[in-house]
């Protein structure tokens, strides 16, 4: 039914600002969107993705920037012109209307025939298995069946433009992993320019063609998602993507013989020599050690392609074995550096353990700025 | 550029435009409603050459001596009589109903629907069926023109109220802190005494000041029930008839002040107390 | 038997929120339903209890009986008074609704009246409306009229001073219940409507109007069996010039000393509710609170 690229969009945002009051929401946000494409906005509550949503949607009007759709300013046009759609966090199924009703209700409003209204209904009743629910009332649908009629209430307009409001955080787990799958495929069958907010980090990497990772009314990072977990621009980014955390560990660097050592309070960590062009401007200064739980392993656990590697030393100090992956607290003296290995790994706690690094997937930060250097 | 501009443009005159609308109707409806109170306030304290002079709209010399015949009237003790109604209908009503409230708020039982449904109809009944059957009984049981008898029989026109608030109120207040307390050594009606009711007791107020007004308001049942000892409303209602205006004015005036200082004491909780109680 | 395991403190906590209302039942049926069965008999039944119909007749026939005139008028001011005051209180509703400064302070005085009794704003308006009140006094200063307008002691123009009266003094509570109806509509109702292309009509046609329908109706009910009870206002403004239920009932009651009249005008006002509310009840229920299709 969907016509294919007569439907898609661009979405460009120009120093998008926005306050309420005195306090700031965004601070100059700038993100393109591409035709079809899926884009995430992850962060913690309170950074703005939610407003950056709004704006988009005409909700809300930014205090300075602009909102342009394609090569058409829309900045202070209402939603019902912008030719969107959207997905509300409490999905906003109008209790008085019936399934039918509701999803019915975008098509009525735009004057669409009656025969034509109905086709279009059942399509998309059928692409979210809803039909059999269309006589029903809001009140008598479960939480995820509501959700769907949201969903299908969102496509049925053939929208330029698809906003979803964190559409899957009051569903129960089980059913927000299998809607995940199901809106990801539905995207890609309708290739709806699609704007996504969530702070599920999973959700995030799982279902975005791209991230926008925010923070604090600006946009830290925008990438695939494999950009924003191997190369995080900034200290942020690498914190809030990857469970567990990444450790942070306080680092001086200082020039060897035949390579750069990296000095910290309980370990030193040797670099081969070619890092040395990177980090030249940072000899004798402190910067931040970035490495994952993920990038280490214990003797015995570490895979054979391993090229570059170092290793340090630490006491057991405390273990959750999680079933399929062990995490491994280990004392490295004054810090605590959290390794996640093989399930079927077990150290006791007290043991001393010595952990391989893999030089290759290290991040070294400016303890400034917090950019990432390496 | 000129087209964001244009848009900008027109939308601050329609943003505008709105505001001084909504400006506009907000002071009509504000003045509709406080000038009669303003108008009273003022005649009931002016200078009677001043109030028959058609010319003068508003007077410049004031005068309590209207205020005054009222009370040499009886008014002071009329007064006196109705906050002792009031004050005795919310001890009556809220040691009767605050269980009831508690018990609709945090228990499930058989029958609690129709048992809501039952207070809710009753809250719309009207009490002054009451009144006159009410009276025959009261002069079997001496309670014919006492403060008592009228604030039993006000009890009974408040209760439905109060359990409704009282019952709003603590089921606002969330079960798991008097969990909590009774986890940690109390019993059900400790818990009640030591947590709860601390935390709904700004709001138990204003139920108690919502009470008291729906008292003090209360005429028919009042006048009916006693022949010397009136609450202020019944005493007036019962003046008025052959009074001249000013000691109507001073009627007016007395009977209007306790409900401003209400307002602007509990006005916030007062709204969603009839929120709760007519929905 | 496993019963005999569950201690009986256990056994009797069952019945605690029964003992807990206990004592509101008690209340109610000393106060209101004994009452009420003996307002039957005060109505319908001699000193000796034998059944007569003699107050019945007096409340038709006696001298002065302004029965038929109260009934009229108890019903025609409600119909008079209700449509006006549900329009400018969901107007009202509506347009404190939306943002503006001064929004409680507005809020608080627009629900004055409904800390005052009947009988006070009976003498507000007194004041008003009367020779020398200020609407007189205002209207003749700006040149408008040369004349006061008399509004006392004419039927007509008292039946005015009431419905101003009650319009300024019972709109609040219609206003307080569609206010709390309105506030209760989810904000993003209306966003997702905005979002699917609806206008501010349809807005409000499509999802704010039937959403709020169920206020609306409380509303309406509620208002209409207070109308029913309508007696401070006009007694203070007419007296028995404008007779209503109510008033008659006190006139009974109070100047011909006859309870048995009196409580056959509380038990028509009673009966006269209850039929109303039934009526509203059957005939308004909003179709999608109703469960199970």
Same mark, same amino acid.
């Given at each position: 039914m969907f016509m294919g690229d007569t439907y898609m969009v661009d979405v460009h945002l120009r120093g998008v600002v926005k306050r309420f009051g005195k306090t700031i929401a965004l601070r100059g946000i700038d993100l393109d969107i591409n035709d079809g494409e899926f884009v995430v906005l992850l962060g913690p509550s309170g950074c703005g993705k939610t407003t950056t949503l709004r704006i988009i949607a005409g909700l809300e009007k930014p205090t300075k920037g602009k909102v342009i759709f394609g090569n058409r300013e829309?900045?202070?046009?209402? $939603?019902?012109?912008?030719?969107i759609s959207m997905v509300f966090q409490s999905y906003a199924v109008w209790p008085h209307m019936t399934v039918y009703d509701n999803i019915a209700f975008p098509l009525k409003i735009k004057k669409v025939p009656k025969e034509e209204i109905d086709k279009r209904v059942k399509w998309a009743a059928e692409l979210l298995q809803i039909s059999e629910l269309l006589n029903r009332y809001p009140h008598q649908l479960s939480g995820g069946q509501r959700q769907r009629v949201a969903v299908a209430r969102a496509i049925v307009v053939e929208p330029q433009v698809l906003l979803m409001d964190e $559409?899957?955080?009051?569903?129960d787990a089980l059913l927000r992993v299998k809607m995940r799958s199901e809106i990801k495929k539905l995207q890609r069958r309708i290739k709806v320019t699609t704007i996504y907010v969530t702070h599920d980090q999973v959700e995030a990497m799982t279902m975005g063609d791209r991230i926008a990772v925010m923070s604090a009314g600006k946009i830290m990072q925008v990438g695939t998602p494999w950009e924003i977990y191997n190369k995080p621009a900034n200290v942020f980014v690498a914190g809030f993507i990857g469970s567990p955390q990444m450790n942070f560990i306080d680092v001086t660097i200082e020039e060897a013989q035949d390579g750069i050592n990296l000095i910290s309070s309980d370990f030193t960590i040797k670099l081969p020599q070619e890092y040395i062009s990177l980090l030249k401007d940072y000899v004798g200064k402190t910067m931040i050690l970035g490495i994952r739980p993920e990038h280490m392993y214990p003797i015995g656990y570490v895979? =054979?392609?391993?090229?570059k590697k170092d290793k340090i030393k630490g006491i057991v100090d405390f273990v959750e074995a999680l079933g399929s992956d062990t995490i491994i607290h280990l004392n490295t003296g004054s810090k605590i550096i959290v390794v996640k290995t093989s399930g079927t790994y077990r150290p006791k706690i007290g043991e001393e353990l010595e952990i391989v690094i893999d030089l290759d997937k290290i991040h070294l930060f400016d303890k400034n700025t917090e950019k990432a250097i390496i | 550029m000129s087209r964001e501009v244009l848009v900008k443009k027109s939308d601050i005159v329609k943003y505008y435009l709105r505001k001084i609308i909504i400006a506009g109707l907000v002071a009509i409806a504000v003045t509709w409603v406080a000038l009669p109170f303003v108008m009273t306030i003022i005649y009931a304290l002016s200078d009677p050459d001043q109030y028959y002079d058609p010319h003068i709209v508003i007077p410049t010399r004031y005068t309590l001596e209207h205020i005054h015949k009222l009370i040499v009237l009886g008014a002071w003790n009329a007064t006196i009589n109705s906050v002792i109604v009031a004050v005795l209908t919310i001890l009556f009503s809220f040691a009767i109903g605050l269980p009831a409230g508690y018990a609709f708020a945090r228990y499930a039982f058989k029958g609690k629907d129709s048992l809501k449904l039952f207070i809710v109809a009753l809250r719309m009944f $009207? %009490? %002054?069926?009451?009144a006159v059957p009410l009276l025959v009984l009261y002069f079997k049981l001496g309670l014919a023109d006492t403060l008592l008898g009228i604030a039993l029989a006000h009890t009974a026109m408040a209760l439905p109220f109060v359990i409704l608030i009282t019952s709003g109120i603590i089921a606002g207040v969330p079960v798991e802190y008097e969990e909590a307390g009774l986890v940690f050594g109390l019993n059900r009606i400790g818990a009640f005494f030591r947590i709860t009711l601390p935390l709904a007791l700004p709001g138990l107020a204003a139920a108690a000041i919502f009470t008291f007004i729906m008292s003090w308001n209360e005429v028919f049942i009042a006048a009916v029930l006693s022949f010397q000892n009136r609450t202020l409303p019944a005493f007036i209602l019962n003046l008025?008839?052959? =009074?001249?205006d000013f000691i109507k004015f001073a009627g007016a005036f007395i009977m209007v002040i306790p409900a401003l200082v209400f307002v602007f004491v509990a006005g916030k909780y007062l709204v969603r107390m009839w929120g709760i109680t007519l929905k | 038997m496993p019963n005999e395991e569950i201690p009986t403190s256990v056994k009797l906590s069952k019945y605690t929120p029964y003992f807990l209302i206990l004592p509101t039942l008690a209340y109610m049926v000393f106060f209101i339903g004994y009452p009420l069965v003996q307002g039957i008999m005060l109505a319908f039944f001699d000193e000796k209890g034998r059944f007569t119909l003699e107050n019945v007749n007096y409340l038709l026939?006696? $001298?002065?009986?302004?029965f038929w005139d109260a009934l009229k008028y108890t019903i025609l001011l409600a119909a008079v008074i209700i449509p006006i005051q549900v329009s400018i209180a969901f107007g009202l509703a509506l347009l404190f609704n939306l943002r503006f400064p001064g929004k409680n302070a507005s809020l608080y005085t627009v629900i004055l009246p409904l800390t005052i009794s009947d009988v006070a704003a009976g003498l507000i308006w007194y004041v008003m409306l009367g020779q020398y009140g200020f609407f007189n006094k205002i209207l003749m200063n700006l040149g408008i009229i040369s004349h006061p307008i008399i509004f006392f002691r004419i039927k007509d123009m008292e039946f005015i001073a009431i419905v101003i009266t009650e319009i300024w003094r019972a709109t609040a509570i219609v206003f307080i219940i569609i206010y709390a109806g309105l506030q209760m509509i989810s904000h993003e109702y209306y966003e997702a409507a905005e979002v699917f292309g609806a206008t501010t009509w349809q807005r409000f046609r499509y999802i704010v109007f039937p959403l709020l329908l169920p206020s609306l109706q409380a509303a309406l009910i509620i208002r209409t069996l207070f109308a029913f009870q309508i007696f401070g206002v006009v007694w203070t403004l007419a007296g028995r010039d404008i007779p209503v239920l109510a008033g008659e009932a006190y006139y009974a009651q109070t100047e011909l000393l006859r309870p048995g009249v009196a409580s056959l005008y509380a038990l028509i006002i009673a009966g006269l509710s209850i039929a109303v509310g039934a009526l509203y009840i059957k005939f308004f229920k909003a179709k999608y609170l109703e469960a199970g299709m």
């Open positions: 829309v900045t202070y046009l209402p $939603p019902r012109e912008r030719n $559409p899957l955080s009051n569903l895979p =054979a392609s391993l090229q | $009207p %009490m %002054m069926v009451i008025i008839g052959g =009074a001249t | 026939y006696g $001298p002065g009986s302004l």
